[in-house]
């Protein structure tokens, strides 16, 4: 059993920043890559952010140079530091981790509850 616990969304203003962290825990043998995603009303899943496990970084061209994911392999946590916040970056934020588990010979995709994260202008 795999489950990934988020933290650090909610309300901030336009310019602002927050930090989003996603913990992963269970019967974890490897972690391939983690990422972020966000939903906004309306609008379909679309991927923030994402490090695989060479330290390889993706961003959605909408976030570049103002999002930076990390990750810490000794913690299984992964990070997403945004700055000069948008009011079209309020949406919930999804983590979402691709994992082989002990026993299991094949990487699973898990995903975190969401959180919300709302930037006001």
């Known amino acids: 059993q795999v489950q990934l616990v988020e933290s650090g969304g909610g309300w901030v203003q336009a310019g602002g920043s927050l930090r989003l962290s996603c913990a992963a825990s269970?019967?974890?043998?490897?972690?391939?890559?983690m990422g972020w995603y966000r939903q906004a009303p309306g609008k379909q899943r679309e991927l923030v952010a994402a490090?695989?496990?060479?330290?390889?970084?993706n961003y959605a061209d909408s976030v570049k140079g103002r999002f930076t994911i990390s990750r810490d392999n000794a913690k299984n946590t992964v990070y997403l530091q945004m700055n000069s916040l948008k009011p079209e970056d309020t949406a919930v934020y999804y983590c979402?981790?691709?994992?082989?588990?002990?026993?299991?010979?094949?990487?699973?995709?898990?995903w975190g509850q969401g959180t919300q994260v709302t930037v006001s202008s």
């Open positions: 979402n981790a691709h994992i082989t588990g002990w026993g299991f010979p094949e990487a699973h995709d898990y």
């Open positions: 490090i695989i496990s060479g330290g390889r970084t």
């Open positions: 269970g019967s974890i043998f490897s972690i391939n890559a």
